[in-house]
């Protein structure tokens, strides 16, 4: 853990980002997109892997990564048409993929296990939509683990938006300057964090970019590292 700057002050709540924080959003996401472009090829579809790859890259780029009808326009695209062997073999490979990928980085569950016996409020704020968000949460059964889950449909607006935490935040029922929030995105999570007068910590663990201005008050390397924070904070 490095600790870049701290204010002192109790942590009562503890705020994650979904994707990249809590779970390896980016990797599960290339292995279904990866077993999805397998099952159409032997379902019968005339691209190469690296051709997929491209146009699906495109398609997400345009619609987001969110995107829930890729495939259909991939195929549509593509064919001219909508092929349903084509698509559901892709749909049902990519949805066995995901299923087996989707789990909580090393020593989530511990720490939120942690956090809860020392009666410190748990929420979520992200930017997917609630659908996605609930079903990825139930999936690694985390769905009772949160005293609030905030997702880009509960406020309409994404981070760094003060409104998505301002939203959690009453919802908790905690002043921003007892709440930390743990993301993976700097510009989004830790700004808009602090925007609002909370404490932020770096989920480095998690970073897919690799290159950003880190701007907060601790970096994490293993998410682990809360736990001493907020003990420090509240001794």
């Keep these: 853990?490095?600790?870049?700057?701290?204010?002192?002050?109790?942590?009562?709540?503890?705020?994650?980002?979904?994707?990249?924080?809590?779970?390896?959003?980016?990797?599960?996401?290339q292995q279904a997109i990866d077993a999805a472009i397998n099952a159409m090829i032997d379902a019968g579809l005339n691209l190469t892997t690296d051709q997929l790859q491209g146009h699906i890259k495109t398609i997400y780029d345009a619609q987001g990564i969110e995107y829930q009808r890729v495939f259909d326009e991939l195929l549509t695209q593509q064919l001219g048409y909508l092929d349903y062997r084509i698509l559901s073999a892709g749909i049902i490979a990519y949805r066995r993929a995901r299923e087996a990928a989707l789990k909580p980085y090393p020593h989530v569950t511990a720490t939120l296990m942690s956090l809860v016996k020392s009666n410190i409020k748990l929420g979520v704020v992200s930017d997917a939509p609630a659908r996605e968000?609930?079903?990825?949460?139930?999936?690694?059964?985390?769905?009772?683990?949160?005293?609030?889950?905030?997702?880009?449909?509960?406020?309409?607006?994404?981070?760094?938006?003060?409104?998505?935490?301002?939203?959690?935040?009453?919802?908790?029922?905690?002043?921003?300057?007892?709440?930390?929030?743990?993301?993976?995105?700097?510009?989004?999570?830790?700004?808009?964090?602090?925007?609002?007068?909370?404490?932020?910590?770096?989920?480095?663990?998690?970073?897919?970019?690799?290159?950003?201005?880190?701007?907060?008050?601790?970096?994490?390397?293993?998410?682990?590292?809360?736990?001493?924070?907020?003990?420090?904070?509240?001794?």
């Design 1 to 29: 853990m490095i600790e870049l700057h701290k204010e002192v002050s109790m942590i009562k709540a503890v705020i994650f980002d979904l994707d990249n924080t809590l779970v390896d959003f980016m990797a599960m996401k």
């Design 133 to 235: 968000a609930w079903l990825r949460l139930c999936h690694i059964n985390y769905h009772h683990t949160f005293d609030a889950v905030v997702t880009y449909d509960d406020t309409g607006e994404r981070k760094p938006s003060p409104v998505p935490f301002l939203t959690a935040l009453k919802k908790l029922d905690i002043a921003p300057e007892h709440a930390i929030m743990v993301g993976d995105w700097v510009e989004r999570d830790m700004v808009g964090a602090k925007n609002v007068g909370m404490h932020t910590a770096f989920a480095q663990y998690g970073d897919s970019f690799g290159n950003q201005d880190i701007k907060a008050d601790y970096i994490l390397q293993d998410i682990s590292q809360l736990l001493s924070i907020v003990a420090e904070h509240n001794t």
